[in-house]
């Protein structure tokens, strides 16, 4: 069987964490070498690229209800081939520095091109 070929789209900060579940959920029934996913945050879910909302609660209303951190997460699942892209004009808009990013995250020059391209390798487009 070729490889799953998955996009996950974010762009409410508040629907991270079931974008993380959902991934693994998804690893968890078609194995982790069987697919190729990719996680693309763009409008306000870049946000939660902010410091203070990285841990869960976070401090802020950027973050929604998270068991353990965000960020932990996202690097677990980083570590096991899942790809985490930030649009970079989100990241202009909510005033965040690139280079304060986790170092698991690329930064793509607009999300809605990223998604689009990644859609045209025959990713498909799945919005939690």
């Known amino acids: 069987m070729d490889k799953l070929k998955v996009l ?5 900060s508040d629907r991270w964490q079931r974008v993380l ?3 693994t959920n998804f690893l968890n ?14 409008g306000e879910a870049v ?15 950027c973050c929604g209800p998270a068991t ?6 996202m690097k677990k699942l980083s570590e096991i081939g899942v790809n985490f892209a930030a649009c970079r004009n989100a990241l202009k808009a909510q005033s965040i520095d690139e280079r ?7 930064v793509v ?3 809605i091109t990223e998604i689009a391209r990644k859609q045209a390798e025959g990713y498909a487009y799945i919005k939690p």
């Open 8 to 12: 996950f789209h974010i762009d409410e």
């Open 21 to 23: 579940v959902n991934i």
């Open 29 to 42: 029934d078609v194995g982790q070498g069987n697919a190729a996913v990719e996680v693309v945050a763009n």
């Open 47 to 61: 946000s939660v690229f902010r410091s203070r909302c990285l841990l869960a609660g976070g401090g802020g209303q």
């Open 68 to 73: 353990g951190s965000l960020t932990e997460q």
């Open 100 to 106: 304060s990013l986790p170092n698991f995250v690329t």
């Open 109 to 111: 020059p607009a999300g």
